[in-house]
């Protein structure tokens, strides 16, 4: 419960104290809006438009029949995989290419402000001139630009781009995901191509293996066809491969021939391909040729007659040329022909053979040969229909995925979002005013609350004394405790003569109170002049000593013009004749007065450390049962310093809202010093203008009011 009343207390101190800084909550609050709403009107507007892409769980060309379904779990790793494709910088950098990015003034290349400055003054700059750098800033700028992401659980991707204009933005969006989709395509191509190449080289090597299969088996009959023949007794035998040897002896001539014909008819060696030939129609165009090209060099170049020959001579080359390759279509005819015809002789004579009474081992060898051609004809046509298959593919391959609908230009931008930017400037300034009054209350500003000087200073809090204004006639506010008994004001120092009476004496005699403030205007001399007040009416021998030598004020409070001060009685003491002068008496209460008026002539800490000073004070504590010294400010002298010694007790005031926390804290320090630390202090907070926490005693008060 007692917790509870506690937080209770320290919650009602903060909001105390925020209401007391409103204005500079309010400033801030407003000044970090207004810089949102300068943001908002300052900041370029971004757009963002989004395509839709499916992408098919499995592989597929036009070739393939019914679409190929996965599980989700092949699913989700391919839609992971395509996002990562789609953000590789080969996909983003094909899309800059494809959207001339480089040369955009939002996404390509900039300069520094550094290397602007390079330049102006001549000097060559790092990247400035380097394509690869400047692709590298484009890519940067891209890469933030455009994001791809799954949508939900679905086989969709959202492919995303933003840019400062709408158009652009549903532009880039789109052809991205065009770029995506054709480099996908171009993979799979690829990837038919490139297998299509490795099988070409096993190919090539089957192709081998079979024409030497087959050759094995010609070299064996040819080897053996005479031995076979007479084994067999089949004579037919050796005929066929006269005539097979015949061919190839004239397939092997035409196909020199036509080699031969081919090679002239290309270099346009036109004596050589009529002497290959031995055609008569050639030879007789070769032999005009060379007329016509003997009367051309022997023309005069600037001769009419030589552009007749010029153009004589080019159509006999064009009817050459005809003639060649008319004559070298023949020649491979017949090759091809007696090929075919080699080919038929040659599979006759394996039948024949076969037909034949062979004997085992002849069998054997023949059915072993043969053997070993069967399967590298099957292994040359199963990988040449593979190459054949993986061909077609290639040329009829589809993308594994589509847009399924293309971006739109977007009609609102994305950002700056305006009440996300308001609200969290609005929040932001509210939490940045709230740390602004916290840092100025604790920190900077004076103590706005008895809690806040409680937190400040490590001592205890004796009372705190409202704000009080002067009423008519009044010539200090210790006149309230006079003119108000039954005020606040007056109840505040019975509650500090309270807290006074509960510290221990340290010396026998009058109890010596010290009344000090860290600087000037704290109210200390009001203080010190309502608490003698205070203990006189209580009927307390009271003695007030003004012994701030420097700027003494106590008369003035009282309404007194002394004739004699401390300050004098301490410089003149032997001259003086009875110390009576010294003390007067205050005309509106009991209280004995020793009262200051002057300037030092010399320096105060000599007075004050004086054996005059110090049998003033010995002979009040016999005559007095409590001493009140008004004292200087801690900080700007010293003297509160030299006083500490004679002292029983301490009130540090502080004056509300107005002395600097760090002020208030070094006095304190420097009086703890001058006390060796064993001085008791304790602290009021004056003036309290908040008057919060003292209104709802008002009414308390009135009650006990005379009349």
């Known amino acids: 419960m007692a917790g509870s009343r506690g937080e209770l207390i320290e919650l009602r101190a903060l909001v105390d104290l925020f209401l007391g800084q409103v204005r500079l909550i309010a ?61 590789s910088d080969k996909v983003l950098l094909a899309t800059i ?22 330049l102006a ?17 484009t890519l940067e700028r891209f890469t933030k630009a455009v994001s791809g992401k799954r949508r939900g659980q679905t086989l969709i991707l959202e492919v995303s781009a933003e840019s400062q204009q709408a158009e652009k933005a549903a532009w880039l969006a789109n052809t991205l995901s065009q770029t995506y989709i054709a480099l996908q395509l171009d993979a799979k191509v690829a990837r038919a191509l490139g297998a299509r190449d490795l099988l070409q080289a096993q190919l090539d090597r089957a192709q081998q293996a079979l024409a030497g299969s087959e050759a094995a088996i ?11 023949a007479t084994e ?164 009829v391959q589809v993308a594994d995925s589509r847009i399924v609908s293309e971006a739109l230009t977007p009609q609102d931008p994305v950002a700056p979002n305006v009440p996300l930017v308001l609200a969290a400037a609005l929040i932001v300034g509210f939490g940045m005013g709230l740390a ?19 937190e400040v200073l490590p001592v205890p809090l004796a009372a705190t004394i409202p704000w009080v204004d002067l009423g008519s006639g009044q010539r200090s506010v210790a006149d309230m405790v006079l003119d108000a008994p039954f005020s606040a004001y007056t109840e505040a120092f019975r509650r500090l003569r309270l807290s006074l009476e509960q510290v221990p004496h340290r010396r026998s005699g009058a109890m010596v109170i ?25 009927g307390k021998r009271t003695l007030l000593i003004d012994a701030d030598l420097r700027r003494p004020t106590l008369a003035r409070h009282m309404g007194l013009t002394p004739e004699l001060g401390l300050l004098d009685y301490i410089e003149n003491a032997q001259a003086l004749t009875g110390g009576e002068e010294l003390c007067r008496k205050d005309p509106r209460s009991p209280v004995v007065a020793i009262l200051g008026q ?66 208030t804290r070094e006095a304190l320090r420097l009086l703890t010093e001058a006390g060796d630390g064993a001085l008791p202090v304790l602290s009021v907070l004056s003036m309290d203008r908040s008057n919060r926490r003292l209104s709802r005693y008002r009414g308390y008060y009135a009650e006990y009011a005379p009349g």
Not at 50 to 67: F, R
Not at 121 to 137: K, S, Y
Not at 220 to 228: D, G, P, V
Not at 437 to 453: E, H, T
């Open 232 to 395: 067999t007794g089949n004579m037919a035998l050796m005929d066929l491969a006269d005539r097979l040897a015949a061919s190839e002896a004239q397939r092997a001539t035409h196909e020199l021939a036509y080699q031969r014909a081919d090679t002239a008819t290309s270099v346009q060696d036109w004596a050589q391909l009529s002497a290959q030939l031995g055609d008569e129609g050639v030879a007789s165009l070769a032999a005009q040729r060379a007329a016509v090209q003997a009367r051309l060099e022997a023309a005069p170049d600037a001769d009419q007659g030589s552009v007749v020959l010029r153009q004589e001579l080019a159509a006999l080359d064009r009817h050459l040329a005809q003639q060649g390759a008319s004559a070298v279509t023949d020649l491979q005819t017949q090759v091809a022909r007696l090929a075919a015809q080699s080919r038929d002789l040659r599979e006759e004579l394996r039948r024949e053979v076969l037909r034949s009474g062979l004997s085992p081992e002849t069998l054997s060898a023949i059915y072993g040969l043969q053997q070993d051609a069967e399967i590298a004809q099957r292994q040359y046509a199963a990988l040449l229909a593979r190459m054949r298959d993986l061909e077609a593919q290639a040329v």
């Open 598 to 663: 002057g300037r030092p002539e010399q320096p105060t800490d000599q007075l004050l450390h004086s054996e005059i000073f110090d049998e003033v004070l010995d002979t009040a504590r016999e005559a007095f049962d409590v001493i009140v010294m008004d004292t200087a400010p801690l900080l700007p002298v010293v003297d509160t310093q030299y006083l500490a010694g004679h002292a029983d007790a301490a009130i540090m005031a502080v004056r509300h809202a107005a002395t600097a926390q760090a002020e």
């Open 436 to 454: 602004a009054a916290l840092a100025r209350s604790y920190f900077v500003a004076g103590i706005d609350s008895s809690q806040q000087l409680a």
């Open 97 to 118: 290419r494809e959207a001339g990015l480089m040369s955009d003034p939002e996404f390509g290349p900039r300069l520094s402000l550094i290397a602007k400055l390079r």
């Open 514 to 538: 010290l009344v000090c403030s860290a600087v000037p205007g704290e109210g200390k001399s009001a203080v010190a002049l309502a608490l003698a007040r205070s203990y006189a009416l209580g």
């Open 218 to 228: 010609d070299a064996y009959l040819q080897r053996e066809i005479a031995e076979i």
């Open 27 to 87: 400033g801030v609050t407003a000044l970090i809006f207004g810089l949102g709403v300068g943001y908002l009107l300052l900041a370029t507007p971004i757009y963002r438009a989004t395509a839709l892409v499916m992408v098919e769980p499995g592989q597929k060309s036009l070739l393939d029949g019914a679409e190929a379904r996965g599980d989700s779990a092949s699913d989700y790793a391919r839609l992971e995989s395509e996002v990562a494709i789609l953000h």
């Open 121 to 137: 003054f001549g000097v060559q700059g790092q990247g400035v001139d380097d394509p690869v750098a400047l692709t590298a800033q």
